[in-house]
């Protein structure tokens, strides 16, 4: 955990902004990706899901990029509440001007009974960077209320292969300070835009023991999903593709997980899963509380 909190930490304060505007910009890949894996579809979903909310979490909230998304389709009066181990700071400063909004330093593994309960928990691209994810996950669960909603995102397990280089390079660049790994991840990043460079599409057959599933796939995505993470997107500049190839390979706690074991915390946790989501990437998780919210009618 000390080598992926230091790993946090120098990615947020090196990179405050990463990815803020992108993710509150209607129709990037960015925000397009939160609001469809989610199962929200377009801005207007995410409106609409959070009208009946009046406390929501973010547990896990980096810069604070999502929190703003949340606050920013929250209806009004609605309380938004950030809690990061590393980065508080870095999404208080970017959160300055929300009235609404209020960010705790925490961890998602310690007593967070002081936040108090909320009806919608948003905790995506956290989890599997704690080092114990089920536990986690029930610790967050204690906070919601009846009738509330949590969902998650975590890495899915992945192709033989990328499974392979993944492992590979996080222990080969784990000893390295931000600098150095920043330049690793940039020469990362660099193969990413070469690829996507080519815009050709190759069409593959299924060959299950490597994992591949038949399809058409840009030559980038096909190398990006099956053999090696090498992020890149157009959206954003060299820095920021850099930083988020950074996030995936330095980080030494960074667990990949299955449908079923995800299913199964929310089951454990007494959670209704009103929502089930997997591409090549991640698991997201939408489950409810039973039960109805207080003032409100029964379900």
């Known amino acids: 955990m000390v080598n992926t909190a230091r790993s946090f930490h120098d990615k947020w304060h090196q990179n405050r902004d990463l990815a803020f505007r992108q993710t509150l910009t209607p129709g990037s890949d960015i925000q ?8 929200w579809g377009d801005p207007d979903g995410l409106t609409e899901f959070l009208r009946p ?3 929501i979490l973010d547990a896990g909230c980096g810069n604070g990029r999502v929190t703003a998304l949340l606050a920013r389709h929250a209806p009004a009066g609605a309380e938004l509440v950030g809690v990061d181990l590393t980065a508080a700071d870095v999404a208080r400063e970017n959160l300055a001007g929300a009235g609404n909004v209020v960010i705790h330093e925490g961890d998602l593994l310690g007593d ?3 936040l108090g309960d909320f009806d919608f928990i948003y905790c995506q691209e956290v989890l599997h960077h704690t080092r114990h994810p089920a536990v986690a996950f029930a610790n967050v669960a204690e906070r919601l209320r009846p009738g509330g909603e949590y969902a998650i995102y975590v890495y899915r ?3 033989p292969v990328r499974e392979f280089t993944d492992d590979h390079v ?3 660049i784990a000893g390295m300070p ?3 790994a920043m330049e690793f991840s940039h020469r990362i990043a660099e193969v ?3 690829l996507a460079a080519i815009g050709a599409d190759i069409t593959v ?3 299950d023991e490597l994992g591949i599933e038949a399809g058409t796939y840009d030559v980038q995505r096909f190398v990006y999903h099956f053999f090696a993470k090498c992020f890149w997107s157009d959206e954003l500049d060299a820095e920021a593709n850099a930083a988020i190839n950074y996030d995936w390979y330095h980080p030494q706690d960074c667990s990949r997980h299955t449908l079923d074991e995800v299913v199964g915390w929310y089951a454990h946790a007494g959670l209704e899963v009103m929502h089930e989501h997997v591409d090549h990437y991640g698991i997201t998780v939408r489950g409810r509380r039973p039960g109805h919210r207080a003032g409100s009618p029964p379900a």
């Open 32 to 39: 397009t990706w939160i609001l469809t894996r989610n199962g």
């Open 53 to 55: 909310r009046r406390r």
């Open 112 to 114: 967070l009974e002081y």
């Open 157 to 159: 397990r992945k192709a």
């Open 170 to 172: 996080r222990a080969a």
């Open 178 to 180: 931000y600098e150095q």
């Open 192 to 194: 990413g835009r070469q």
């Open 205 to 207: 057959p299924q060959i």
